[in-house]
């Protein structure tokens, strides 16, 4: 069966429909529905200066891609990137080049910070220092420079590549572990009323499953090698995306339910709990829900593990 | 029906399948569509496209690598 609107091979069957698009078709259909996400949900505003958090990979490269395009209709807003390099041999350091390759071609300025630097010590290091569960470890830190640094570079949005899937498997994950007040931070814009400190950040994608960036990455030539995380597996979100995956080849549109029932009940959720008090790191002053943030418990267990290790050297000498 | 060759990205290696279509291939391959983009002949195709020994056939996956 050919595109539904011009007779060419198609290149996608849009999901829970018989809808197949060819190349141009499918890249107008993917950017009209971005763009309406971005209009109906208010992600944007006039003279917006929006830090796209990239990591090379194919969602942040879309989603820049995708900002760079409005930007260049819209003298208005301005865009910049931001990429953390978590120091994952092997991994990052490949995807960096993309990025830096991308950010050169579309003359977009792009500002890199490493966790090395910032921290001490690379994720590989702290991983082995910690003996924890990686990916939990990476996703504090990252958020935590992502946003003190959007404030440093005086940025009033933080746009990420967060697709359909990715909530969903926020959503779920959430249920799951009985996170429920976790699930009111979610949402296509979030972090707008909690604390001047907490920069707001937009999903343009957020109505957009997985395969259809994937496509729309592919056709404009955004994705280069691919390169698995080696601590992927480890995450419970993974096990949670087969899951998911497994039940919406199953039950086509699972997802897009997950998230339209999400919706309808975000409201309340952001009303029951975003009036909770945020409070100010008393190490660091950036803003958490206890005294002291997650960002600075992790870098004092890592502190007390060298000390420990130093004196158990220093007991054998 | 005619035996493919198969190139997998996620594993980096190539499998040989019998099959007509890429559908019926990726059900012999124990791949679920939702997770994968498929080209032939380096033109990305839906999972109703015919096959034949000729092509080549590369599968995607659309999973972030983390």
Known sequence: MPCKNCSINPVIQLTNSNIKLCKSCFIRYFEKKAFKTIHQFNLIDKKDEIEVAISGGKDSLSVLNLLNKLAEKRMDIKLTAILIDEGIKGYRNETIKDAKKFCKNHNIKLNIYSFKEEFGFTLDEMKNKLKARPCSVCGVFRRYLINKKARELKVNKIATGHNLDDEAQAVLMNQFKNNIQVSARLGPLTGIKRNPKFIPRIKPFYLLTEKEVMTYAFLNRLTGKYIECPYESESFRCDVRDFLNDFEQKYPGTKHSIISSFLEILPLLKTKYESSKIKTCKSCSEPTSSEICTACEIRKKLKNVNYSALKYRASFS | ?66
């Not at chain 2, 124990?30 to 109703?48: C, F, G, M, R, S």
Request: hydrophobic letters at 35%; aromatic letters at 2%.
């Open chain 2, 1 to 66: 029906m005619p035996k493919l060759k198969i190139y997998l990205e996620r594993e980096n290696k190539n499998k040989s399948v019998i099959a007509d279509n890429i559908q019926e291939a990726l059900k012999k391959l124990n791949i679920n569509p939702t997770t994968v983009i498929v080209t032939k002949n380096n033109e990305l195709v839906t999972i109703d496209s015919k096959l034949s020994s000729k092509d080549k056939i590369r599968i995607i996956p659309v999973i972030s690598g983390g």
